[in-house]
Every structure is written in C-alpha cells, then in structure tokens.
C-alpha cells in the first residue's frame, strides 16, 4: 500500500474507535483495546471469568465496528510491506497457468472436467459425450453445465461444494455457498433444457441419486449444531421425506452411492465407532438395512462388488485391515482376510472395481497405492521414489474402470495427475502442473529428517530448500503442521512456496502426533489425555531444527490453522522464546469456553477427539493447555492471526477474542496483528485470485519478520 494512504487508514482507524467507545479506546498510535465486561460462570468449582465475552455477539454493531478498527490497525501497520505483498501476489499469479483444464474424467457416457479462463476467479464445469470404445473424444461438444463465475456475481463469496449428475446423465444435483459458512444449498438442473427445477433444499452436507433417476437422497445439517443428522428422500415433484435421524450427538452422517451404481451407503461416524447401512438403489421407497450394527469402539468401511462386500475393519487391526464377505451374510464368521493387519502400515482407504480392487495404504508418512486382480489374483504395488511426496487417489468414477487415476506431487514437484494401468502397473502422465515462466526442479531440494520427541518417538520431518542455503543457524525458517483429528500433514508442492524458497527460506513440515502419518496409533497418541504429545513434538522438532543448525529462534516463524492453530497458541504460551513469528490461521484458541458449550457448532461432536470437559478429569486436562485459558503476563512472538467472519468451524470470535487478552497481557513490543475477512470463512476467501492475494500478505508480513524487503 503507497505511504500516502496511511494518514487515511490511520483516519478510518480512529472514526471506527470512537465509534464504539466505550466498548474499546485507543491513542492515534495504538492499537485498539477491546473493554472489558464481567462475565463468570462457575466450571467444577472454579469461577472463570471471561472478560471478552461480549465480542461472540455477532448481531452487536460494537463488536462489527471492534474487528473493522483490527483491520484498519493491521492496515496501517502493514502499509510499508504492501508493495511486497503485491509483488509477491504478482509473482504466484505470473506462476499459474491462467487458461486451465483438469483431466476429465469419465462417468456413464461423459466425460467431466472443469476449466478456467484467463482473469476469471471461479470454474465452468462442463462435459463431453464419449466417443468411441468410450474414450475422451475432444472434437465432441463441450456442454456447460455451470459457469461459476456468472454464479458468483454480486457475491462476497461463493462456492460450489459438490455436482451429482444423475444415473441417465439428464439431471445434476449441486450444492452452493454465497458466506462461506460452509451451509450448501441443494439446486436441481435439467441439462437438457438448462434450466431449474423448483425442488430445493437448505443446509445439505451430501447427496445420492437413485437408480430411478428421479429420487435424490441427501442430508441435512442441524441449523445451530450443524451436525450432519438428518436423512432425507426427495423425489423430484414432491416434499423431501426425512428417513433418518441419527439420535447421537457424537455421530454425524452422510449419503453416496455405490461405484457400480447398485445401492445406496449410509454412513454414520463418531471418531471412535461407525456403522453402514445400505438400500437398494432401484428400490428407493425401502428402507436401509443394517450390515454390521454399531459396536463401540468398531470403525469400518463397506465396498460391494457383484454381491460380495470388502470390509476394512479395525477388528483386531489398530491400522485396519481388509477382509471380503458375501452380501446376504456379511457377518464376521463370514470374513475371509485380504489384507492382513499390519503395524508399520495403514490401510487408509479401499476401491472396488470390476475387475480390480485398490487399496491406498500409509507407512512412515508416505502413502502407495497396492491393486489386486480379481481374474490372477495378484497383487501390484505403485509408489514413488523421492525421499518425501504426497500420493493421493482421485476421480475414477467408473466402475469399469481399468486404470486408476493418481495424484502425485512432492515439495519439488508441480501436482502430477496420471494413470496407472491396473493389469500393468504401466504409468501414464496426463498432466503437470505448469509452472509459467519456467521452473527447475534441480534447483530445490527436498528431504526427510527423524526427530526424537521427549518420549522416544520418532517424529518424520519433510523439508525443502533452495539449494546452496546455509546451514549455519542464520537461514529463515517457516515451520509448519496440523496435528489433529487423524489427518496427515502431506508433504505438498506450493507455487507460493517458491517465493520464500527463492529467497532462501527452508519449509519444514512436521508430521507430528494427532494426525495420522504414522498409522492409527499416532493419531491415538495425540489426541485426548495425550493431546499435549503435538505440542510436544513441534516443540521438540523446533528444538532439533535449532541444535542442528537448519535455523535459529530469531529466524524461525511457524504457522498453523484450524487445530493447527490451536497448535500454534499452545507452544506459543509453552515456549514463546523459540520463535520470531506465529501465523495462526482461523485458530481453535478458546479451547474452554467452545467445549463447554453444547450448543455451538460442532462441539458435542468432538468430545472424542479432544475429550468431554463436563468431566473434570478431562476439563482440567484441557485447561492445561487451552490457549486463551493459558496466556500470561509475558513476552510473546510477533503474531498474525487470520480468520473470516463466517466461519462455521472456528468462529470469528476465538481469534477476536485470544487476540485481545493476548494484548491485554503480553509485555514486548512485537507486532500483533488482527486480519479479518468480513465476507468469508474457515477456508478464507473464494475465486483464485482473490485466494492468492490473501497469502500473498501473509508471506509479505513473514518475509518483513525476516527483514526480506524484496
């Protein structure tokens, strides 16, 4: 941002504060200072207060005019590195290949893709009729199904969550967001005409569509828990019907079809127990039926293939195995072992084809994918030789499928789509990510060190570099993980990375405890009475980037969001001195007071994950390390916290509020800084550009922690 603006930031700054007094004040040169107003509540015999209550009121205009001063402050304090962050926003955006298409990707007779257009923000989905022997033919029409981008006008914000095309290709079920609160709307097109049918439906998490191409099953959120709860059947004409409601708030549930299209799954998952249920897909007015009821503590997964159900089960197999039985008796007495359990892997996720079956599978932090022949019997195994990479499985729609579509990228690797031959083995690239303007690999290098944590464990780290970097203490360092709910930290490739790599920044990944990179255990130990383990071992990880020289604490800046962000205010409290700089992205910071209450979104769900505070075992444990609960009168790293005002995962008010008491009580002089989009949520702003922009800042406000101007 020109220096000139600042006076006129620094203006609005102060018309925002006085707006509002006496909710906060402040001086021409300081930032606001949220007021304080008494609340307590009484929590196993403690008396808690919350000074900043008064900010999770979202209607009250004090508390739109508090986050729009925050804004207005990092503005002005952020003025002199607006030409960097626009440079680096130019630098991402010259990288991209603005004029796009994915691969498509074959379902019924089509082929379905998505592409972008130079200078547009959003996709148009579109299609193609097979050709012959039902390859991609690309001389074939192209239909365009919806053009995102004449969607998103006049919108803030906007998202298409997820297309259905119907079993006979004329109809398509989408779902659409217009605040980013992740509540979908359910709209029905005829692609034949193009235009919408009347029937609707608010609040949708999923959806199946019948054999009769004119029953839509769908789920719908609670409007105040948003827990997925509720199943509905929609015949196209008529009111939905509600068939299902999941009484267990620790449950959630969802809808899909099969991939050989012969039945309807109903899935129901808590984080330790789940349960499937399925219903003919050509009998839609039936009922579901129970294939192997609940049993706490048993989590499973259901592929059919031609009357015959694969099962991964964690039955006797803490990394899931894979077991096959008939579909009349899928009982356990019935099970024949096709994977066998095995420690040092996790099964992740199973496909069922024709012809083929394929398993992905994790083992210290890296992901392969195995595929059985059903006609030999054989087994052949795809992974990849780099030292770290992410290996994922991604659209193969058909169930006659003969190839198995991949994704594979590494930190110096540009995102690869191919497919791998299911008989064979053979590899086919069939995209890479271009880098414009040119890219070599060979200037970068990626690595895979071991940490020992406090406890003995081995803690995978991936790391990237720009070669020729000094390994003296005196590199920057961008240190980042997750660590929750059993999602892995993948080892990504990042077209914005290559501007810190470029100016000599090392980016560290830590697998760490909470997640799930080395089996179910290491989620296990990193989650409930354990949870301290991720903190631990960031920490830990930190220390051994330290001792080895790859960085130094006034070099190194870390960075988290969601639980990862609570990651970040936990070990910023735990040992604020071994960090210059926290990126906490919307965090999950007011650990306390968002458990205890039953009626915000999401939290009854999650008593498994982080435990159910109205024990006192488990509320004492949690108190431990909550870091709005744990802020002190101290010295802290500068911070940036980002979040959206419509975020439905963390809302707006964790951030706002673990911001000002951070304020209120931390002793240095170091940058904290408050950046709220009022039109977006938990996953920031929508269209690309607008995406990029947004990191582009959050690189320039590191990059300024490091002293890098340019």
Request: glycine fraction near 6%.
């Amino acid at each position: 941002m020109p220096s000139q603006k600042i006076p006129a930031i620094l203006t609005a700054l102060m018309i925002a504060m006085s707006s509002t007094l006496p909710a906060f004040a402040a001086g021409s040169a300081a930032p606001p200072v949220a007021a304080k107003a008494a609340w307590q509540e009484t929590r196993h015999g403690e008396v808690v207060t919350d000074d900043y209550r008064w900010l999770q009121k979202k209607e009250d205009p004090k508390v739109i005019a508090y986050l729009d001063a925050e804004n207005a402050y990092t503005d002005a304090m952020t003025a002199t590195i607006a030409p960097l962050a626009d440079k680096l926003f130019a630098e991402i955006k010259g990288r991209m290949q603005e004029v796009d298409l994915s691969v498509p990707a074959r379902t019924g007779k089509y082929y379905y893709y998505t592409r972008f257009e130079a200078g547009k923000q959003y996709p148009i989905n579109c299609r193609r009729l097979a050709g012959a022997n039902l390859a991609y033919d690309d001389k074939a029409p192209e239909e365009i199904l919806l053009n995102q981008n004449e969607m998103a006008e006049g919108q803030k914000f906007f998202a298409v969550a997820g297309t259905f095309v119907s079993p006979d290709d004329a109809l398509m079920v989408y779902l659409t967001d217009t605040t980013g609160f992740r509540q979908y709307a359910l709209h029905v097109k005829d692609l034949k005409t193009g235009k919408l049918l009347p029937d609707s439906a608010q609040r949708v998490t999923s959806v199946a569509w019948a054999a009769d191409n004119k029953t839509v099953f769908f789920v719908q959120e609670d409007a105040t828990t948003k827990r997925s709860d509720r199943v509905f059947r929609m015949t196209l004409g008529s009111a939905p019907v509600e068939v299902y409601h999941e009484p267990v708030e620790q449950f959630s549930v969802q809808v899909e079809a099969s991939r050989d299209g012969k039945f309807i799954m109903l899935d129901m998952n808590a984080t330790d127990t789940s349960e499937t249920r399925m219903l003919a897909a050509d009998k839609p007015q039936g009922a579901f039926r129970p294939v192997l009821g609940r049993e706490k503590g048993h989590r499973y997964g259901i592929e059919h293939r031609n009357g015959e159900l694969f099962i991964t089960t964690n039955k006797d197999a803490k990394n899931f195995r894979l077991v096959r039985a008939p579909l009349a008796t899928p009982g356990q007495k019935f099970w024949k072992e096709l994977v066998r359990h095995d420690k040092a892997v996790m099964v992740r996720e199973v496909d069922a084809f024709r012809d083929f079956l394929v398993v992905m599978e994790k083992s210290n932090a890296l992901n392969r994918a195995r595929i059985y022949n059903f006609k030999n019997k054989s087994w052949k195994t795809v992974q990849f030789d780099d030292p770290v990479y992410m290996a994922t499985r991604t659209r193969t729609p058909a169930y006659d499928a003969t190839s198995y579509r991949m994704a594979y990228q590494s930190p110096v690797t540009p995102p690869t789509v191919l497919d791998v031959d299911m008989a064979s083995g053979a590899r086919t690239v069939l995209k890479r990510v271009e880098v414009v303007g040119g890219y070599d690999a060979s200037r970068f290098e990626s690595r895979r060190l071991w940490v020992t944590a406090r406890d003995g464990a081995k803690v995978p780290l991936s790391a990237v570099y720009k070669k020729g970097v000094k390994f003296d203490g005196s590199a920057p360092m961008l240190l980042t993980s997750y660590g929750s709910y059993g999602i892995p930290t993948e080892a990504n490739f990042s077209l914005g990375r290559l501007s810190l790599l470029e100016r000599g920044v090392i980016v560290v990944q830590a697998h760490i405890r909470g997640g799930t990179d080395m089996g179910q255990a290491w989620h296990d130990e990193g989650m409930l009475m354990k949870k301290k383990n991720t903190f631990y071992d960031f920490i830990d990880a930190a220390d051994f980037l330290v001792k080895e020289k790859w960085t130094s604490p006034s070099h190194l800046i870390i960075q988290g969001g969601s639980a990862g962000g609570l990651l970040m205010g936990a070990v910023a409290n735990m040992r604020p001195e071994l960090f210059r700089g926290v990126h906490a992205a919307v965090p999950f910071v007011d650990v306390m007071n968002t458990m205890m209450d039953a009626t915000l979104p999401l939290t009854t769900g999650e008593y498994l994950e982080w435990g159910n505070p109205t024990e006192k075992a488990a509320y004492d444990y949690m108190r431990s390390y909550s870091p709005y609960d744990n802020i002190e009168r101290k010295a802290y790293p500068a911070m940036l916290v980002t979040t959206g005002l419509n975020d439905s995962q963390v809302m707006y008010w964790e951030p706002a509020k673990y911001v000002a008491k951070l304020r209120a009580h931390k002793t240095d002089s170091n940058a904290l800084l408050l950046k709220t989009n009022m039109g977006a949520g938990h996953g920031g702003a929508s269209g690309r550009y607008n995406a990029v922009k947004e990191s582009a800042f959050n690189m320039a406000w590191m990059l300024s922690q490091w002293g890098i101007k340019e």
